[in-house]
């Protein structure tokens, strides 16, 4: 033991827990736990959906009993005689093989001395000329029996039910290369049977018994099952041996259980359970016939003359529809359709039994490398060479689907590798909790608690560098701050005591709108929102904080009104202005080595800082970049106000302004505002000064609550003064800011 414990501690105890950890996962894929099938099922499936099956010729014909045959000839079931002529047409029209995906359990309800029981007041003779007339089962029968080559269907049952020697006597036979195959099949207790005339009249018999897996999607279909004691094949299987005159159906096992099914020139590959992997293709309209076109003459020869021919339906209300990889409805008759185009054109796929050993061994020797090299590795080779292995995994796996049509599972490998590498690393997450609670103690003071958790998370990004992103950024400043600084000139304490008082308020309202404090520049505050952390909602965030913003100056306000009247001193307002773009921005760590911020820097920064500083000339509240009031409109009700075009900017650009959440949308004096406004602007930038002047006192008498008087007013000013001075005549009613 101390030995033991010497050897633990020189090879590392990780290391140790993680060779005990890979063991432990060798028993763990081959009792193949239902979550571990499900990833490795899903896996399979969209395989299949990035590669379905080509389909260059088709071997089958589904004879459909479809809403049109239903509608024709009248619902199912139909006559057995009926049946009889569907069967006699294919035959005659050249069917190799006909299979039906149909059970005929119960005797014909419509044969005549059954219809004949069923009539009040039938007259003898009547009655007894019905009575010798052949029943609708021996018709059909018959007509089976002529065409030679009918595969009827069979199902199987929960429940067994006793057998006649007849019965006893209709199976198709099996010879068995290898240990007894039993044990590894799917199993029925009973079969569901047709009723005994056709039964014997038929060249073969086949269970059309689709078992989906788990979760009802269907990728295996058994070909070789077990019911009430005997070996009875599928239905497409038996088809096969019909077609190829076998007497029986040769079944290959091995010590893992089944290999393949096989009859003369066609061997099935299975898996160990009997079940074929059928590589599907989409739903194709070309394997269809209509019944009852077939009933009719409407199909020409040359479509059924040599080919495979299942009879089931597509009619929804018979509800004979399945969920496979590719389709999330399909006919069951086609599931069967498939199977058979799978294999005559050997394109079935295959997970053979020593898949689980291939997938261990892959599982064990990246166990072993993961846990001899990651320790030895940085973090970046470690994530580099785990791209690289699962890309690999990933790429083994699809070209084994692709090119040999192999099913190898890469997922278990994966996950095996993954949990040791987590156990690896778990060691790492003490220190590194440590570490991040340092970051927050020494940040948490200085950035919003978002930057921080982020740094916290990623302490790597404490370097210089920067990302592209499209950001909203947030300008706000206080008006005639000058003054106010002015009047505190003798009491500077006085002045940092008010000013942390209002920015207090002014900042929460944006960290708790999920936005980033960048900076304070005096009584201005620079903000900016999707970053560090992304967010999908970052204009209506941004303008959700700016109206909180306002709505917070105003409380404050009346705060400072009160105490102002009550100490007999001077009550000073704080109005601020805010200014909202959106768009192209550069943000990180920006500065020297030696100090730096978590800053943003582009266009985007300098527009929005434009558009605050214009908040005076409009005499509004707030002004936001039309980026933003696109996607803001969506959740507040947004008004354009100007075409402007910021000094330093070559384009123009329409700004609006907020006029309030969405309950302010929906009052009809913010819609027609809206409305006279633009017309206004429209009259504006086509120079008719007196119908923009008197649109312009319909906005005013409008514009009663939205806190937008002070807008017209500028309107009315720069009328006046393109009245005495017009504008030049390319002019196209753009404002041209001279400062910034």
């Known amino acids: 033991m101390k030995r033991l414990g010497r050897w633990a501690r020189q090879f590392g105890i990780a290391r140790a827990v993680c060779l005990v950890l890979l063991f432990a996962l060798v028993p763990l894929r081959i009792a193949d736990p ?37 509608k024709e000839i009248g619902q199912w079931p139909w006559p057995r005689t009926v049946v009889a002529d569907l069967v006699t047409r294919l035959n005659a029209l050249g069917a190799a093989a006909i299979g039906f995906d149909i059970v005929f359990a119960e005797p014909d309800r419509l044969s005549p001395a059954v219809a004949a029981a069923s009539f009040r007041g039938l007259d003898a003779e009547t009655h007894d000329k019905l009575a010798s007339l052949p029943s609708n089962d021996e018709v059909l029968a018959a007509a089976i029996r002529r065409a030679g080559t009918v595969v009827i269907g069979q199902a199987g049952s929960a429940t067994a039910t006793p057998r006649t020697k007849a019965e006893m006597a209709l199976q198709t ?38 078992d989906p897996e788990r979760d009802g999607i ?30 029986a159906i040769l079944v290959r096992t091995d010590a893992a259980g089944v290999i393949a099914v096989a009859v003369p020139g066609l061997e099935v590959p299975t898996d160990r359970n009997g079940q074929f992997w059928i590589h599907f293709n989409k739903h194709d309209p070309a394997r269809y016939v209509s019944a009852t076109d077939v009933l009719h003459g409407r199909v020409p020869a040359d479509r059924i003359n ?35 185009e799978s294999v005559l054109s050997k394109s079935a796929l295959v997970h053979p039994n020593y898949a689980i050993g291939a997938e261990l061994v892959v599982a064990a020797l990246l166990g072993l490398a993961i846990i001899v090299a990651a320790p030895m590795l940085s973090a970046a080779v470690v994530v580099a060479l785990g791209a690289m292995l699962i890309a690999g995994l990933i790429g083994l796996s699809w070209y084994f689907f692709a090119a040999h049509d192999l099913l190898f599972d890469f997922t278990y490998p994966l996950m095996s590798s993954w949990l040791i590498y987590l156990v690896l690393t778990f060691v790492n997450y003490f220190r590194e909790q440590q570490q991040r609670q340092q970051i927050r103690s020494a940040f ?44 505190y000139k003798d009491d500077p ?36 929102w999707n970053a560090p952390v992304d967010d999908d909602e970052q204009e209506t965030n941004a303008c959700d904080a700016a109206l909180e913003m306002l709505a917070r100056a105003t409380a404050l306000n009346i705060e400072f009104k009160r105490e102002a009247e009550n100490n007999g001193g001077l009550y000073m307002p704080l109005r601020i202005g805010i200014g909202l773009n959106t768009g192209p921005c550069v943000v990180g760590n920006m500065g020297s080595d030696f100090r730096f911020n978590y800053s943003v820097l582009g266009d985007t920064v300098n527009v929005a800082s434009r558009l605050e500083s214009r908040t005076k000339d409009y005499r509004l509240s707030m002004v936001i970049g039309s980026r933003t009031a696109e996607k803001a409109k969506q959740k507040f009700a947004t008004m354009e106000i100007d075409l402007i ?12 302004t907020v006029l309030g959440r969405a309950d302010v949308e929906q009052d009809t004096r913010c819609r027609e505002l809206r409305d006279v406004n633009a017309r206004m602007l429209a009259c504006y930038r086509r120079q008719q000064w007196d119908a923009a002047l008197d649109l312009i006192d319909r906005c005013r008498k409008l514009a009663g609550g939205f806190d937008v008087a002070g807008l017209y007013d500028m309107y009315v000013e720069r009328i006046r003064a393109f009245a005495t001075e017009p504008p030049p005549p390319d002019w196209n009613g753009v404002y041209e800011a001279e400062s910034k």
């Open 173 to 210: 036979g099996f010879a068995v290369r290898g240990p007894d195959p039993r044990p590894f099949l799917v199993t029925f207790p009973g079969l569901l049977r047709n009723v005994l005339p056709i039964e014997q009249a038929a060249a073969g018999r086949g269970l059309f018994s689709i």
């Open 34 to 70: 239902r979550p571990l099938q499900e990833v490795r099922l899903r896996t399979f499936d969209l395989f299949q959906v990035l590669r379905p099956r080509k389909q260059t010729v088709w071997p089958v014909v589904i004879a459909d009993i479809d809403e049109a045959s239903l």
């Open 444 to 487: 948490g003071f200085y950035l919003s608690p978002q930057l921080v958790e982020q740094l916290a998370r990623s302490p790597e990004k404490l370097v210089l560098g920067g990302e592209e992103r499209r950001m909203t950024i947030l300008f706000s400043d206080v008006r005639g701050f000058t003054t106010i600084s002015e009047h």
């Open 218 to 247: 269907v990728r295996r279909v058994p070909v070789v099952m077990q019911a009430q004691g005997s070996l009875v094949p599928s239905l497409s299987m038996e088809m096969l041996r019909v077609v190829t005159r076998s007497g």
């Open 306 to 340: 040599g080919r495979l021919v299942l009879i089931g339906t597509s009619a929804v209300g018979l509800l004979d529809l399945k969920t496979t990889p590719v389709e999330p409805a399909m006919p069951g008759v086609e599931v069967h359709a498939q199977i058979l």
């Open 493 to 528: 304490q006085g002045l940092t005591h008010l000013m942390n008082r209002f920015l207090t308020p002014m900042t929460n309202a944006i960290i708790e709108h999920k936005g980033t404090i960048d900076k304070y520049i005096g009584d201005a505050i620079m903000a900016f």
């Open 645 to 656: 075009q910021v000094k330093g900017k070559k384009q123009p650009e329409a700004v609006f």
